[in-house]
């Protein structure tokens, strides 16, 4: 698999390249935690928007629970009345395989909205969801994409909290 490193530059002409796309106007932008935060900031600038909502979604990490099948866990969502009967636009970094965005899509849709999927980066061949796609995107790509939000070495980007002394 290729490597690819984004600069800030690539960023923003992708971005650019996504915002051109899209069917505006919307009621409101929802980002998806932690990689859309920063697209999705940088397209609400562009439009002028001031409604930005979050989504953080999880699915088991341990691989044994694990599957196809798992249930997300919302850890933080807008309200259905933040929602309901307004167009939203959801955007991510990345549509790997297409489990969170499908379940903040699936989400919305029962709180009485209307979303449109937005992403930087459409993974399309592992893609869990091989009849859905986003409704807008900058690239298809089967690369690793390296965003220049994350540290260089991000096969596990999370920070893990290790004491410097033992507490006793």
């Given at each position: 698999?290729k490597h690819?490193?984004?600069?800030?530059h690539?960023l923003e002409?992708l971005?650019?390249?996504?915002?051109?796309k899209?069917?505006?106007?919307y009621?409101?932008?929802?980002?998806?935690?932690?990689?859309?935060?920063?697209p999705?900031?940088?397209?609400a600038?562009?439009?002028?928007m001031?409604?930005v909502l979050t989504?953080?979604?999880?699915?088991?990490?341990?691989?044994?629970q694990r599957?196809?099948?798992?249930w997300?866990?919302?850890?933080?969502?807008?309200t259905?009345?933040?929602?309901?009967?307004?167009?939203i636009?959801v955007?991510?970094n990345?549509?790997?395989?297409?489990?969170?965005?499908m379940?903040?899509?699936?989400?919305?849709?029962?709180?009485?909205g209307y979303?449109?999927?937005?992403?930087i980066h459409?993974?399309?061949?592992?893609?869990?969801?091989?009849?859905e796609?986003p409704d807008?995107?900058?690239?298809?790509?089967?690369d690793?994409?390296?965003?220049?939000?994350?540290?260089?070495?991000?096969?596990d980007?999370?920070?893990?909290a290790?004491p410097?002394?033992?507490?006793?």
């Amino acid at each position: 698999m290729k490597h690819v490193y984004l600069t800030w530059h690539d960023l923003e002409e992708l971005v650019s390249k996504l915002i051109f796309k899209l069917n505006t106007p919307y009621d409101a932008i929802l980002v998806i935690t932690r990689g859309g935060i920063i697209p999705g900031g940088m397209i609400a600038e562009a439009l002028g928007m001031k409604d930005v909502l979050t989504a953080a979604v999880y699915f088991p990490e341990d691989p044994s629970q694990r599957s196809k099948l798992s249930w997300p866990r919302f850890q933080q969502f807008p309200t259905d009345t933040l929602l309901s009967g307004r167009k939203i636009l959801v955007v991510d970094n990345l549509w790997y395989q297409g489990r969170t965005i499908m379940a903040v899509k699936g989400r919305i849709e029962t709180a009485g909205g209307y979303p449109e999927l937005a992403v930087i980066h459409w993974k399309k061949q592992s893609s869990y969801f091989p009849d859905e796609q986003p409704d807008y995107y900058a690239e298809i790509t089967e690369d690793f994409i390296h965003y220049p939000w994350q540290r260089i070495d991000d096969s596990d980007y999370r920070i893990r909290a290790h004491p410097i002394m033992p507490l006793s």
